[in-house]
């Protein structure tokens, strides 16, 4: 079986001359890239920030609403007591 | 690149870190592009494929697993881009000739590798890699050229590694059987100019 290691055919494969990218080209993709990837940051962070904002309301809205179920608890509670004389 | 150092260069690159983006640019970039342009045969095709290799590493950068290895995932994106390419120029055009046949025809500059080839023993191991189907050609570019490692270069062609020692073997035998006609040829030519 076919060794790299050790193949001369596969071994002349590699001293093959390489081709050279452009290197205006290359340096155009590189800067596409870092563009894409500070948008890709900027979307990371801003999606962040709303997960966040998310979160406290939910928190609020679970106060609130715990608040607001004592509340009636206490209410009918009083009712119930006061209200039967 | 250092295989030690590269998970830390995958979690740079997961928070979209430029300077981990350059890291891996540095030194994969010629390498993708030269693997790219042998398997196309097309310098403005290897162009085109190879920064959205690049690309498609950006945008999916945040989502890299810990222990992606870059090599293999890099190879395999721009393989499979190299084939996505195929596909639409035959739903295009309807024809192969063009990618899987020998150089494209019509081109009307020489392929880089006619102009680099320093010596005709180079020449002929480059027509002749180049006329072989491509799914001998990539095993022998992963492997020969890239310097891959078999069990990585199975992961870039998805089959196991198995069957990529079989396909290497048999694009080895398939290369040097082509070489050899192109020796006969060469030979034959000046008896039959003297008759």
């Known amino acids: 079986m076919t060794d790299p290691a050790i193949d001369p055919l596969l071994r002349r494969l590699a001293d093959l001359p390489r ?51 004592y509340a009636s608890a206490i209410i009918s509670q009083a009712i119930g007591t006061y209200g039967a004389r | ?26 030194a994969y970039h010629a390498r993708l592009f030269n693997f790219l342009v042998r398997l196309s045969r097309r310098r403005d095709v290897a ?14 950068a945040a989502r890299l697993r810990e222990n992606t290895r870059l090599e293999p995932w890099l190879f395999t994106v721009a393989r499979n881009l ?46 002749a890699l180049a006329a072989l189907p491509a799914h001998a050609r990539e095993v022998l570019l992963l492997v020969g ?15 196991s590694p198995e069957a990529l020692r079989q396909r290497l073997h048999r694009a080895r035998t398939l290369l040097a059987r082509r070489m050899e006609e192109t020796t006969i040829l060469r030979v034959s030519v000046p008896k039959e100019a003297v008759s």
């Open chain 2, 82 to 127: 190299f084939y996505s390419y195929c596909r639409s120029r035959l739903l295009e055009q309807s024809v192969m000739s063009d990618l899987i046949g020998l150089w494209p025809a019509g081109s009307p500059a020489r392929s880089p590798f006619e102009e680099t080839a320093a010596n005709e023993a180079d020449r002929r191991l480059e027509s």
């Open chain 2, 1 to 26: 690149m250092d295989p030690t150092g590269e998970p830390a260069i995958v979690a740079r690159l997961r928070t979209g870190d430029p300077a981990a983006f350059d890291h891996v640019y540095a």
């Open chain 2, 47 to 60: 162009e085109d494929l190879v920064e959205e290799t690049w690309l498609r590493l950006v945008r999916r």
């Open chain 2, 145 to 159: 050229i890239e310097g891959l490692a078999p069990a990585d270069a199975a992961v870039v062609c998805g089959i």
């Open chain 1, 19 to 69: 081709a050279v990218p452009d290197e205006s080209r290359t340096v155009a993709v590189r800067e596409r890239c870092h563009a894409a990837l500070a948008r890709g940051g900027a979307h990371a962070e801003s999606a962040h920030r709303t997960q966040a904002r998310v979160a406290r309301l939910l928190e609020l809205a679970a106060v609130v609403a715990l608040g607001v179920l």
